[in-house]
């Protein structure tokens, strides 16, 4: 079907709470601004009974501070198809730290907000109360100062979801950012595909690292399926980097930890690179009881993650 795009250019207008439910929007509008909300955070008093990990252990990693993160609408594209239209807007995810250097976007409507509030709503009725989520408006969606308060009403509303630990790490969240194509790339990597499982794990792990830490059990599982296509793709010498980076990292708590330490050791034996630090490593672990034959070969860890 045929679809033509539409970009308005974002302006910043200050406004009241009281303005933004007046002028909030729905899927046939168009806004943005350059207005960035920050929040910094810290991840503390996790309470591992309320908050839903993506991973299959169901566990959070040590407490950590994540940092400060923006999220600032930088477009809004009106999309139409056919006799309908909508707006898609680009959000962009800034994590204020030494290591993000990447600029990441992703792209939404006004009923993928909708839904996110409506499931929080329901899972959180008590942290919702004080989150004004935007109302739709009937008439006046690409007016101008429409356009401005709609866009900071929803960079308030994303900041403010981002600053609640429990919903940040919630499956609700992470599903509005990234975790449909973290299911999409498992999907593809159980089926062989490595190449499509990689492209997808490219797109979705910058905006885990930004939202969740890079050595968060997620991002951890989620490092480790792109390690598993590297190797089956040949490109070793990229498995060999990234897994020496994540072994940097504390993650000796991690289910993955042992997988990973076997499967660098075999990297560097394929490479012909010194090992004799990681073989020390798993050497530890064995003088200290653990059944390092035990544990399952990565590739088995990593497909089981959403099965």
Known sequence: ?????????????????????????????????????????????????????VCDSLYLTEQHEVGRVSFEVTAADKVRDGRTSYVKYTILITRYSNNDKVPTTVERRYSDFEKLNSQLKKKYPDLMDEIAFPKKLLLGNFKSETIARRS??????????????????????????????LRLAYSRLCDGEYSAALRLLDKCIPIQVKLQGEDHCDVVASFCAMLVCYKHLDNLALAHSLSQTLLSYNVEADPHYVPLLQFAIHICWLLGKEKQDLESRLQGLQNCGVHTEAAPNLRVLVVHRFT
């Open 1 to 53: 079907m045929a679809s033509a795009m539409k970009r308005t250019k974002l302006n910043k207008l200050a406004t009241t709470p009281d303005q933004q439910d007046s002028f909030l929007a729905d899927d046939s509008s168009v806004f943005d601004s350059d207005l960035t909300l920050d929040f910094k955070v810290t991840d503390n008093d996790i309470d591992n009974d309320t908050t839903e990990s």
């Open 152 to 181: 900071r009403a929803f960079e308030q509303y994303l900041a403010h979801l981002f600053s609640e630990t429990a919903i940040r790490y919630s499956k609700e969240f992470t599903e509005f950012f990234f975790l449909s194509d």
